[in-house]
């Protein structure tokens, strides 16, 4: 029975999800986790430094393929073989980042989704300027050490310039960071804050909801199920379809294609979500004309 190594920047409970998605996708390709193929993880918990480690260890486990969530996963991958097929899920340009040749024709041993959540960036800076039109100055907290992180700073950077919109960057590495980050938002009277699109941060987010609402600042975030968790709003691809899809290439890829073959995807479903009852906590009107857009609104 092959056996697919699920190499994880996240947690367990994250990356639980990511793999019933990912078995969503493979089930379309006739495999059945469990019955056809059996699927391996190993997690890193968000601590980076453990991913080449546990990608040595599915190497050296022989496994036929490689499922990497989240950047720091599919660069420690790419960096443990050049033979076993890699499949990635991440927010970056894989292109500009180095992971792949194209996008069209991926080359070498990796290809994947790509939900290019770095140029999304200037999408949900247009969102907080809407949520609060006379910010004069809107926060971002990013992971400095985060590839798909440091590309979106340069996207939002450019944006602000093009609109004469200030930007705070706040920086945090661990969850210890997290009250001197918002502290600093505060002290700089930020009108709201963009939360950057890294897997460390994603994974914290119940702790970044919870800072969010007891310091009274709208926050904007990439992902919608921490909406239903207590978050503000999200605008940014919808994660379980591009498991899915990721899915589905790994079961082509067992089937016999070449990874470097298959075009690195692009998902086009994308999701703006509101929870009314956040704003309504933050004393915050949403605008109808962003209500009429939302995909979903939580009352």
């Known amino acids: 029975m092959p056996v697919i190594g699920f190499l994880s920047s996240l947690s367990a409970p994250i990356t639980s999800k990511r793999i019933a998605s990912f078995g969503q996708g493979l089930s379309e390709t006739s ?7 059996t699927v391996e993880a190993r997690m890193a918990e968000g601590q980076y430094d453990r991913l080449p480690a546990l990608a040595a260890e599915l190497v050296g486990r022989r496994v036929d393929l490689i499922a990497a969530l989240a950047p720091p996963a599919a660069f420690a991958a790419k960096a443990a073989t ?3 097929p890699i499949v990635f899920v991440g927010a970056l340009d894989p292109v500009k980042a180095g992971l792949v040749a194209s996008l069209n024709r991926p080359g070498g041993n990796v290809t994947g989704v ?3 959540g770095a140029s999304l960036g200037a999408k949900r800076l247009e969102l907080a300027r809407e949520l609060v039109p006379n910010a004069g100055v809107i ?10 992180a440091s590309e979106e700073l340069r996207d939002l950077n450019t944006a602000a310039k093009a609109i004469g919109q200030e ?3 706040v920086s945090a ?7 001197a980050a918002f502290a600093s938002v505060v002290q700089h009277r930020a009108g709201a804050v963009l939360i950057g699109q890294d897997p460390f941060l994603f994974q914290a987010g119940g702790q970044l909801v919870a800072l969010a609402a007891r310091h009274r600042i709208p926050a904007i975030y990439g992902n919608s199920e921490l909406v239903s968790a207590g978050a503000l709003i999200s605008y940014g691809a919808s994660l379980p379809d591009a498991w899915r899809l990721a899915g589905v290439y790994a079961g ?9 073959d298959l075009p690195v995807v692009q998902p086009t479903k994308f999701e703006l979500v509101i929870n009314l009852q956040t704003a309504r906590a933050l004393g915050l009107e949403i605008p109808q004309t962003l209500l009429a857009r939302a995909d979903e609104v939580i009352e």
């Open 82 to 84: 050049t033979i076993i």
């Open 252 to 260: 082509r890829i067992l089937k016999g294609a070449k990874p470097g």
């Open 139 to 148: 926060a971002v907290l990013t992971h400095p050490n985060s590839p798909d």
């Open 114 to 116: 790509t939900f290019i």
């Open 173 to 179: 590495t661990s969850d210890r960071d997290f009250e």
């Open 167 to 169: 930007l705070l960057v």
């Open 31 to 37: 495999y059945v986790a469990g019955r056809d193929v």
